[in-house]
């Protein structure tokens, strides 16, 4: 099974990612841990990322999209793998379809969250006083809502063209969420 999770800031992407993880066996790919782990094992692309982010600068769609298809490559992603996180922009998700259609592999499905905004802000203020990140405060997450909605929402429209979309509601109840995406996966 090869999954994109998209959804905004907050919408549970990464707890469905978890638990998906455990009942299909295959796993979460985000960028981050990725770029990270890429950087900790010292890969060529890796070393690049590491002095662009050492310049305080993003790290370009071409590292991005070259370490995501070297950990797609990896043995545990050969049943499928679940990309959280990537992609977000048409940029990025044209150049997904470049790289899987090189592999020889095809997406199952694409997995929408919709989640109300004001909602939103306030689980992320919640979970910040859980886990005192940081970028979770009221300003900082309706930016990133503003950003998902310019730059990654358009990706819904994207891969419905291509049929891919399955649209869950991202705020119900965890367990409602997962049985809502296990249902739309026809697992």
Do not use: H, W
């Not at 990140?133 to 309706?142: A, F, L, S, T």
């Not at 063209?161 to 049985?179: H, I, N, P």
């Amino acid at each position: 099974m090869r999954l994109i999770l998209l959804g905004p800031p907050g919408a549970g992407k990464g707890t469905q990612a978890k638990i998906l993880v455990e009942a299909y066996g295959i796993p979460q790919l985000s960028t981050g841990d990725i770029l990270r782990a890429a950087i900790a094992a010292q890969t060529p692309l890796g070393l690049e990322a590491k002095a662009i982010m050492d310049r305080g600068d993003l790290v370009s769609d071409t590292i991005v999209n070259g370490i995501v298809s070297e950990r797609i490559d990896a043995e545990d992603c050969k049943p499928g793998f679940i990309l959280d996180g990537f992609p977000r922009t048409i940029a990025q998700a044209e150049a997904l379809d470049d790289m899987l259609k090189a592999k020889g592999i095809k997406l199952d499905a694409v997995i929408e969250l919709t989640a109300d905004a004001d909602e939103l802000v306030r689980r992320v203020i919640q979970r910040s006083k859980d886990s005192n990140r940081p970028d979770d405060n009221p300003e900082v997450i309706r930016k990133r809502l503003d950003v998902y909605q310019t730059s990654t929402a358009p990706l819904v429209d994207y891969y419905s063209r291509q049929g891919l979309v399955k649209t869950v509601d991202g705020m119900e109840a965890v367990e409602t969420v997962t049985t809502a995406i296990k249902a739309a996966l026809g697992k």
